[in-house]
């Protein structure tokens, strides 16, 4: 395998990203998101379920929908359904404060969440809040959820960086998709599965791409998928902390 330039940064996903999906706290947030449309918008709970969905396929994120088609308050949605205790879900991972500092590239966190919600779960991770250059949440992106362009071209002007300098670390392949496909960041997807857990089979094929992806020194190529279709993962990682080796800097 070739290696490539050392990328000018990383920037990491949060939720399920930074600590595994088994956890269950973005279960507990899908319930409030749920419980907030009930409570603040009057619709029954499967409506409301129903449309939680059907907006993260239209818009990205449920927000984005209700913010959209029925002018939902931004901070009142976030401060809502990030109402968790998120101490109780996530644990402490001093293993992941560690990597980050010896990762020589700048760092930043972009998620499509709030900041404050972001600061709560690395502060439960105990990761220090140094490591990244900045926080770009739902707000700094102008309300433009991943996968969006826009929030992509937002974050790269705030950086200073093309896409091309950096790679995006994500559990989400349709935000991997766009990263890679418009903008040409090299991508990374973290299996949805707990730390040291084994992963399925058939998360592994929908999470490949083409052989002739280029890849970064040290990581493995996922496998060919069944499919034709490449999924926009350059790399496929069990667990974050399988990323420091991924970039060859182990």
Known sequence: MTPVNTPEFILFDLDETLYPSSNGLMNLIRDRIVEYMVVRLGWSRDEAEERRQRYVR?????????????????????????????????????????????????????????????????????????HFECIFDFEAAGFCPKPDPEAYRRILARLGVRGDQCVLVEDNLRNLATAKSMFGMTTVLVKKCGHGAECRPDTIRTAATRADTPTWAGATAPNTPMQSEPTHADLVIDDILQLEQALGED
């Open 58 to 130: 239209e818009y990205g994120v449920t927000l984005d929908g209700l913010h959209k088609l029925h002018g939902v308050d931004v901070g009142d949605y976030m401060e809502y359904v990030h109402a968790v205790p998120h101490s109780e879900y996530i644990e402490p991972n001093p293993a992941l404060d560690r990597m980050l500092g010896r990762l020589r590239p700048s760092k930043a966190i972009f998620t499509n969440a709030s900041q404050s919600h972001a600061r709560r779960v690395l502060s439960a991770l105990g990761v220090s809040t140094s």
